[in-house]
């Protein structure tokens, strides 16, 4: 059975931080891309940023130089350092694995940040 549970959500003031942890069972890990979404209200899901299993990064440009996504394929598990936080960071974020034959989801952690 699949699995990806988040944590480290939370509430935060603008100009704060929070680390977004994703641990993954179920999956050849160290062969799987991970990715961090996220959805605020009213909006559509967008992709945050990504790390391939061997450790190339991308980001959307509204979290470059703030956000930093890694991974450590001994302890399975992918994280999402995010500083400089703003109020538009306000979403449910949520961690993604995929493969080239399938593609799985976390169940989401909140991340409110305060103005």
């Known amino acids: 059975q699949v699995q990806l549970v988040e944590s480290g959500g939370g509430l935060v003031q603008a100009g704060g931080s929070l680390r977004l942890s994703c641990a993954a069972s179920?999956?050849?890990?160290?062969?799987?891309?991970m990715d961090w979404y996220r959805q605020a209200p009213g909006k559509q899901r967008e992709l945050v940023a990504t790390i391939t299993p061997v450790g190339t990064t991308d980001y959307a440009d509204s979290v470059k130089g703030r956000f930093t996504i890694s991974r450590d394929n001994t302890r399975r598990t992918v994280s999402l350092e995010m500083n400089s936080l703003k109020p538009e960071d306000t979403a449910v974020y949520y961690c993604?694995?995929?493969?080239?034959?399938?593609?799985?989801w976390g169940q989401g952690t909140q991340v409110t940040v305060s103005s």
């Open positions: 179920g999956i050849i890990f160290s062969r799987t891309t």
């Open positions: 993604h694995g995929r493969t080239s034959r399938n593609d799985y």
